[in-house]
């Protein structure tokens, strides 16, 4: 299994941007889809993005399409999610997701079951 690492969260206020990596260990990432998620205070995990195994290809949740933008860079093992104009409603942990049960995956994973290794999460908190 891969190993996932996020870093880069922390308290920002309303309007501000972060950005958020992901390391990976243990396997190389570089033909694997990747994907955000997060999970707010009593509230379910849900899909933020995900990007195919090249990085030309994108997929954002309707709540943070034209604000957030991920990347990636195989050479470094690592994803990026950079997350612009905070609102409060942005606040949650965010984890990063690898689907490596499918080599050179598109963006189609939307879905929890599809990802098979996750990281422990990082806080993203946006004051009003």
């Known amino acids: 299994q891969v190993q996932l690492v996020e870093s880069g969260g922390g308290l920002v206020q309303a309007g501000d941007s972060l950005r958020l990596s992901c390391a990976a260990s243990?396997?190389?990432?570089?033909?694997?889809?990747m994907g955000w998620f997060r999970q707010a205070p009593g509230k379910e995990r849900e899909f933020v993005t995900t990007?195919?195994?090249?990085?030309?290809?994108?997929y954002y949740a309707d709540s943070v399409k034209g604000r957030f933008t991920i990347s990636r860079d195989n050479a470094k093992n690592t994803v990026y999610l950079q997350m612009n104009s905070l609102k409060p409603e942005d606040t949650a942990v965010y984890y990063c997701?690898?689907?490596?049960?499918?080599?050179?995956?598109?963006?189609?994973?939307?879905?929890?079951?599809?990802?098979?290794?996750w990281g422990q999460g990082t806080q993203v908190t946006v004051s009003s």
């Open positions: 997701a690898a689907n490596s049960n499918v080599l050179y995956g598109g963006t189609h994973y939307w879905f929890e079951y599809q990802y098979d290794s």
């Open positions: 990007i195919n195994w090249s990085g030309d290809s994108t």
């Open positions: 243990g396997r190389s990432i570089s033909n694997y889809a």
